[in-house]
T-cell receptor, first 111, second 116 residues
Framework: DAKTTQPPSMDCAEGRAANLPCNHSTISGNEYVYWYRQIHSQGPQYIIHGLKNNETNEMASLIITEDRKSSTLILPHATLRDTAVYYCIVRVTTGGFKTIFGAGTRLFVKA | GAVVSQHPSWVICKSGTSVKIECRSLDFQATTMFWYRQFPKQSLMLMATSNEGSKATYEQGVEKDKFLINHASLTLSTLTVTSAHPEDSSFYIC????????????FGDGTRLSIL
């Protein structure tokens, strides 16, 4: 699976949009981009995923560049409860479905 | 939505004992489940892939005799930490892929294992 690069930490003011970038320049045509987050002492929580089109759900939006080499997760109105480590993962959907985690981005939402 | 249940959530035991952790998929069948370990302030590390009806596949460096995995049914995988020692203390998390080709993993809430 392709490697991803994320900033180690980011701050965001409560109520503002949080934009978390991810670089996946070696992504293959059959690899999807997934975002998960992990709140302290809990298991990871799925947020959103996409292949090449932008996606939106009740939690977030995912913007994937046209060349698919990078993406941005957008939390439109961050709250204190969004403070967590956010993981961007690219993964093929055949074979063993293994999900390999990188270091992620630690997002601090401040009041 | 799909849910993965993990039990127990926290266990403390003496050095040398064996500890079993259960991972259940509650409303879907999972022929494959995954086990991770996470140390404080670190990311999740994949330990092994649990395969229903066959042997687990372990990642490089993970001792298969130390971490026994059994996937006896389509909804249950177990991880047994045998003869646990203090260095095995960690946060253990399981996951299972949802139905469908591109569907995401669903994760349990984790088991915090403390060996005294």
């Amino acid at each position: 699976d392709a490697k991803t690069t994320q900033p180690p930490s980011m701050d965001c003011a409560e109520g503002r949009a949080a934009n978390l970038p991810c670089n996946h320049s070696t992504i293959s045509g059959n690899e999807y981009v997934y975002w998960y987050r992990q709140i302290h002492s809990q298991g990871p929580q799925y947020i959103i995923h996409g292949l090449k089109n932008n996606e939106t759900n009740e939690m977030a939006s995912l913007i994937i560049t046209e060349d698919r080499k990078s993406s941005t997760l957008i939390l439109p109105h961050a709250t204190l409860r969004d403070t967590a480590v956010y993981y961007c993962i690219v993964r093929v959907t055949t074979g063993g479905f293994k999900t390999i985690f990188g270091a992620g981005t630690r997002l601090f939402v401040k009041a | 939505g799909a849910v993965v249940s993990q039990h127990p959530s926290w266990v403390i035991c003496k050095s040398g004992t064996s500890v079993k952790i259960e991972c259940r998929s509650l409303d879907f069948q999972a022929t494959t489940m995954f086990w991770y370990r996470q140390f404080p302030k670190q990311s999740l590390m994949l330990m092994a892939t649990s395969n229903e009806g066959s042997k687990a596949t372990y990642e490089q460096g993970v001792e298969k005799d130390k971490f026994l995995i059994n996937h006896a049914s389509l909804t249950l995988s177990t991880l047994t930490v045998t003869s646990a020692h203090p260095e095995d203390s960690s946060f253990y998390i399981c996951s299972a892929p949802d139905r469908g080709r591109s569907q995401p993993q669903h994760f349990g809430d984790g088991t915090r294992l403390s060996i005294l």
